[in-house]
């Protein structure tokens, strides 16, 4: 029992189909099982979602290549005709499942070695994030201040640069957050502002990043600047045009990113 819990529990990183000859693959097979089953490729295309004309046509197709047939078809006479796989057809359709069990084997025993692997894990959890922010910050929680409503956690990103993030007590009790704990922060576009000098200023935003300009669209009443961070990373800042203009940016130009410590949103790995 608790193997299988185990084997539930370890991500699917690596997956794949299997084939053989370059032609059988699970639907082909899952056809010939279902004419196995039901006698009839009318049934068994019901069955699959297919078209009796497309089922007939995989069969034809799949006949012409083995050099045996595969599959035997009767029209007409008093059982109305029916199809039935040969004594090559079952041969086939039991040494692709017995091949399938091993391939599903094959395919644990790969994630569970990876699932060894702490360093590979963090990395194929951050590629399959998927949100409607498009700016992400991954790093680790290096720093926890409670206070009497709300806690402010610091993130230090993978260049060193540390993020200032704040969050109500409740999300600190829900996320289960901890030094060294593994953590995202997404930050909207209109969250960050862009500044083109620091020195001699002062700003009531905590987070402030070094950068220069990767990239500029324009659209209608905004503009889109994406940023490369000197830690890596990248961040999309939308400003007006007027900013924009006033701002003189231009692809490669030294810029800040700057941002309040309540424009990220905290998440942690599950």
Not at 138 to 157: A, Q, W
Request: charged share 20%.
């Amino acid at each position: 029992m608790n193997k299988e819990q185990n084997n539930e529990a370890t991500p699917m990183w690596v997956k794949g189909e299997l084939q053989l000859a370059g032609i059988l693959d699970n639907r082909i097979i899952d056809l010939l099982s279902a004419i196995d089953e039901s006698g009839s490729l009318n049934q068994a295309a019901k069955q699959m979602g297919l078209s009796y004309k497309g089922a007939w046509q995989i069969i034809e197709r799949v006949n012409n290549s083995a050099p045996k047939t595969l599959i035997t078809a009767t029209t007409g006479g008093s059982k109305g005709g029916g199809s039935c796989l040969t004594e090559s057809g079952r041969a086939l359709l039991e040494l692709f499942k017995e091949l399938q069990q091993q391939h599903h084997s094959f395919l644990a025993q790969l994630n569970r070695n990876l699932a060894t692997n702490p360093d590979m894990v963090l990395l194929l959890q951050r590629l399959v994030v998927k949100t409607s922010v498009r700016n992400q910050l991954f790093g680790c929680v290096t720093d926890i201040r409670t206070g009497s409503v709300n806690v402010e956690i610091m993130v230090t990103l993978k260049g060193g640069q540390q993020i200032a993030t704040t969050a109500d007590l409740n999300s600190l009790n829900e996320l289960e957050l901890k030094i060294g704990s593994d953590a995202v922060l997404l930050i909207e576009s209109d969250e960050l502002m862009l500044v083109g000098e620091v020195e001699n200023c002062q700003f009531s935003a905590r987070n402030v990043l070094a950068g220069s300009v990767l990239s500029i669209q324009k659209n209608n009443f905004t503009v889109n600047v994406t940023v490369l961070c000197s830690s890596g990373e990248t961040l999309i800042a939308s400003i007006t045009k007027q900013s924009f203009h006033d701002l003189q940016l231009a692809t490669g130009r030294s810029v800040w990113v700057i941002f309040k410590t309540n424009a990220p949103i905290l998440g942690t790995r599950s």
